[in-house]
C-alpha cells in the first residue's frame, strides 16, 4: 500500500527511507501508475509530477487504486 501513498501524496518525504528495497519498489510502482493516469491525478490533486516510468503496471490492483482515488478525492 505504500505505493499509493507514495502516488497520492506530494508532501511525503521518503528520504530517510530511500536506500530500503522495499520503498525503491513502491516510488517505482508508484510512477508506473502515475505514468499510466497522470492525466485523471493531475486534473483531481494536481499533484507534484512523478518520473515517467512506461513499465508494466499489475491491472489486478486496479480496484484498489481506485477506491484510494475516490477516498482521497473524496477527503480532500
Known amino acids: ?3 499509493l501513498e507514495i502516488l497520492l501524496n506530494d508532501r511525503l518525504d521518503l528520504t ?3 536506500t530500503d528495497p522495499a520503498v525503491q519498489e513502491a516510488y517505482h510502482t508508484a ?4 505514468t499510466h493516469y ?3 491525478l493531475t486534473y483531481l490533486f494536481n499533484r507534484a509530477p512523478l518520473p515517467i516510468d512506461s513499465g508494466p ?5 486496479y480496484r484498489t ?3 484510494a482515488v475516490y477516498f482521497t ?3 480532500r
Request: proline share 4%.
Open 31 to 34: 510512477c508506473r501508475w502515475y
Open 1 to 3: 500500500m505504500l505505493w
Open 57 to 61: 503496471i499489475d491491472f489486478r490492483e
Open 73 to 75: 478525492y473524496a477527503h
Open 38 to 40: 497522470r492525466r485523471l
Open 16 to 18: 530517510p527511507w530511500q
Open 65 to 67: 487504486f481506485a477506491e
